[in-house]
């Protein structure tokens, strides 16, 4: 489901935004924080989709679940599904805000687009697209386009497009289109709002130290931001003067270079980011590997099998596996006519897939019947127990040609039609 993965997401991207963020913002190195900011968005959703196998033996664990059955399947009776679930209810409210943040970013852009369509054009010496607009409006750029008012370009067309020039030079654009995508999948997030908010900050930081480092006047700059810092805008991809973070634009422009050696504190993300993976990657158990391991199953050698054994003389796989009466065919036919969806978990809308584990003693016998994994719901494993504990006796498994006890396991998915 894709609810869980974005969970996990936002978590990772909290996570890294509170242990790495706060130690380089008070620097001066403006690039090195875009670099850490656009890491965190992009790591926080690359390690859900990391993937690595549990286990102390892995080897053992794949070839004990290579003789385990194909999965039984228990429907569940379709006149008790009128009853929506939490996941379902939290799913349907996350495809909303979803949806919703899209319309809204496809909306202003698409209305904006319109607007400037209709306004003058003219071309810098950068090859960088005018508008000039008829409304009093705060400069701001677009990809390759920078608007502005018709009185800003007559009478401060200099700190404009050199202010402007240089959020399109240092591709700013592709920061907050990477923003706007984060934003989207993760709108629940307030950390995907507050790292967006300081990454705009950070690219009106670099671009103010372009400015100053082409010559311009730091007073007069500041005068300019001052009067011309109006509020902000909704469009999405574009970057403007405002007054949000003006305060911060002034004191970083005053504020004496930082230590080179500060960046190591960088180097802070290599321990944050091996948590973040292990804590919220996906952690494959190698029961989820039990039908890749089906298909092999039978070319697997017995040489290195016959004396894995536990101390209680319960071999987990033997030259003769056990057998139910009848084959697979019939032992999953007696589950799923034996097995009953049990009323309240119908209601409820309750599913789930349990791995039910027992052994078949010498006798055929069937005992130790537990949950090896369990379905997420007390009622569906006791179900599933209930079941396994009915069935009749089996063939029992042989090792060196004398009746052995051998673990089994079964797994059985309770699953709603």
Known sequence: MILPYVIKSAMALALLYT???????????????????????????AIPLVHFTSGTNPTVDMVRQAVQLPE????????????WSWADIMTCI???????????????????????????????NRGNTIVLTDCATSPFCLFHYIVMSRDDYANNR????????????????????????????????????????????????EVDEAVLNKGINATQYQQFLVVKAVGNRL???????????????????????????MMLKALFVIPVATLAVSVFANTTDMSSMAKAANTTANTLPTTNMQTQKSATKTFTVVEVMPKFKGGNKAMMEFLMMNMKYPASAAKAKQQGRAIVGFVVRKDGTISDVQIKKSAGHAVLDEEAMRVVKSMPAWEPGKQKGKPVNVKYYVPITFRLK
């Open 94 to 124: 996350y495809i909303i805000g979803v949806v919703a943040i899209f319309l809204m970013t496809v909306v202003l852009t698409v209305r904006l687009t319109r607007q400037l369509r209709q306004c003058e054009h003219i071309t810098d």
């Open 235 to 261: 469009q999405p991809f574009a970057n403007n003067l405002n007054k949000e973070s003006l305060k911060r634009r002034i004191i970083m422009m005053n504020q004496k270079r930082s230590n080179r050696w």
């Open 158 to 205: 200099s700190f404009i497009l050199t202010h402007e020039q240089e959020h399109i030079r240092l591709r700013h654009y592709i920061d907050l289109i990477i923003l706007q995508f984060a934003t989207i999948i993760q709108w629940f997030n307030p950390f995907v709002w507050l790292i967006g908010k300081n990454l705009k900050a950070i690219h009106e930081f």
């Open 72 to 83: 039984v399947l228990i429907n569940g009776d379709a006149k008790e599904q009128s009853v």
């Open 19 to 45: 242990c790495i963020i706060p130690l380089l913002e008070k620097d001066t190195f403006h690039r090195l924080n875009r670099i850490l900011i656009l890491g965190c968005l992009i790591m926080s959703f």
